[in-house]
């Protein structure tokens, strides 16, 4: 095959990836506030913008691998709050302790939501709006307001730096998108989960044992959520019960935005990473323009609204598109 051939076929490929128009999109979307904004392209705004893309990552991959399984979780914003007020008592006397307990209570919180809506059949919006409730009420109990005390040591160790490039974010940022892909694409819970999150009785009758993939999304959000929780806390160096509040949302709308749909099975963790990218230049971009923040809600609600819309949309046209086919 020639040099010219190659390059026709790999462009082909791209073009035919399902994420390669919004990759495309934020390319250009870059370029152009590269150019009209000079204060967005400087090394300070772009760290910002990376430290901010962070949490939301991590809550982002658990989000897609609960939707693609057809469910939502609505507790991810909680469950990252009561992280930070968990290490936020614990980090104190023993660092890899409060690591480890942040992390298990945020999947036992995740399994809780897995067996109520898998053995207990709880409609998935209805199940994670209640442990919402549940997790900010405890994680109120453990601190009513912002506060606690955070080893020196570990924030300096989650937020290092050379110069003015965040070296840890950075790994961590990367790390992150690495194993959503393996897990999505190269595991067998992966291939599973599509086939659960496409046709649930399709994937039973195939002998997927769909309660136990399902239940192990759950978890695995739960464990991201609290992931991001341990990160958070360390940017804002103390506990707060309020912190997780943007991220249930944001989540949900990374996700939808980078093409999983909310009906399951279709989507994967390539979007979620340009949907995060993009909704924290959103944020960005409105803190630059000097955006009132009322009028920055206003805007992200519009955006929410009009991906959902798009999502059902778009399903619509699949299935009517896989009805043809048969």
Same mark, same amino acid.
């Given at each position: 095959?020639?040099?010219?051939?190659?390059?026709?076929?790999?462009?082909?490929?791209?073009?035919?990836?399902?994420?390669?128009?919004?990759?495309?999109?934020?390319?250009?979307?870059?370029?152009?506030?590269?150019?009209?904004?000079?204060?967005?392209?400087?090394?300070?705004?772009?760290?910002?913008?990376?430290?901010?893309?962070?949490?939301?990552?991590?809550? =982002?991959?658990?989000?897609?691998? *609960? @939707?693609? /399984?057809?469910?939502?979780?609505?507790?991810?914003? $909680?469950? &990252? +709050?009561?992280?930070?007020?968990?290490?936020?008592?614990?980090?104190?006397?023993?660092?890899?302790?409060?690591?480890?307990?942040?992390?298990?209570?945020?999947?036992?919180?995740?399994?809780?939501?897995?067996?109520?809506?898998?053995?207990?059949?709880?409609?998935?919006?209805?199940?994670?709006?209640?442990?919402?409730?549940?997790?900010?009420?405890?994680?109120?109990?453990?601190?009513?307001?912002?506060?606690?005390?955070?080893?020196?040591?570990?924030?300096?160790?989650?937020?290092?730096?050379?110069?003015?490039?965040?070296?840890?974010?950075?790994?961590?940022?990367?790390?992150?998108?690495?194993?959503?892909?393996?897990?999505?694409?190269?595991?067998?819970?992966?291939?599973?989960?599509?086939?659960?999150?496409?046709?649930?009785?399709?994937?039973?009758?195939? =002998?997927?044992?769909?309660?136990? *993939? @399902?239940? /192990?999304?759950?978890?695995?959000?739960?464990?991201? $959520?609290? &992931? +991001?929780?341990?990160?958070?806390?360390?940017?804002?160096?103390?506990?707060?019960?309020?912190?997780?509040?943007?991220?249930?949302?944001?989540?949900?709308?990374?996700?939808?935005?980078?093409?999983?749909?909310?009906?399951?099975?279709?989507?994967?963790?390539?979007?979620?990473?340009?949907?995060?990218?993009?909704?924290?230049?959103?944020?960005?971009?409105?803190?630059?323009?000097?955006?009132?923040?009322?009028?920055?809600?206003?805007?992200?609600?519009?955006?929410?609204?009009?991906?959902?819309?798009?999502?059902?949309?778009?399903?619509?046209?699949?299935?009517?598109?896989?009805?043809?086919?048969?």
């Amino acid at each position: 095959m020639t040099a010219s051939a190659s390059l026709k076929t790999l462009f082909i490929r791209i073009k035919n990836q399902p994420t390669a128009g919004l990759y495309l999109g934020v390319l250009l979307l870059i370029t152009f506030l590269m150019i009209v904004l000079p204060q967005f392209r400087t090394a300070r705004n772009l760290t910002n913008i990376l430290l901010r893309a962070v949490p939301l990552l991590a809550v =982002g991959t658990g989000q897609t691998m *609960v @939707l693609l /399984g057809a469910g939502i979780d609505l507790s991810v914003g $909680a469950v &990252l +709050a009561l992280s930070t007020t968990v290490a936020s008592v614990t980090l104190d006397t023993h660092v890899v302790g409060g690591i480890f307990l942040a992390l298990i209570t945020g999947m036992l919180v995740g399994l809780f939501n897995g067996l109520g809506v898998t053995k207990l059949r709880i409609n998935p919006f209805l199940m994670t709006i209640g442990t919402t409730i549940i997790t900010g009420g405890i994680a109120l109990y453990i601190r009513p307001y912002p506060g606690g005390i955070i080893p020196r040591e570990y924030v300096d160790f989650v937020l290092a730096r050379v110069g003015v490039f965040p070296v840890t974010p950075s790994i961590v940022f990367v790390v992150i998108v690495i194993c959503g892909i393996l897990i999505l694409r190269k595991t067998r819970f992966g291939r599973h989960l599509y086939a659960v999150g496409g046709n649930v009785d399709a994937a039973r009758l195939a =002998g997927i044992h769909t309660d136990l *993939v @399902l239940i /192990g999304t759950y978890v695995g959000s739960g464990f991201f $959520a609290a &992931l +991001a929780g341990l990160y958070m806390t360390a940017r804002i160096s103390c506990g707060d019960p309020a912190v997780g509040m943007p991220y249930q949302m944001d989540s949900i709308t990374a996700a939808v935005l980078g093409g999983t749909t909310l009906t399951g099975g279709r989507g994967g963790m390539e979007g979620t990473v340009i949907g995060v990218i993009l909704l924290a230049m959103l944020g960005n971009i409105f803190n630059l323009m000097d955006i009132n923040i009322y009028w920055q809600h206003v805007l992200r609600g519009v955006i929410l609204v009009g991906v959902v819309v798009f999502s059902q949309l778009r399903s619509r046209k699949l299935k009517k598109a896989a009805a043809m086919l048969q």
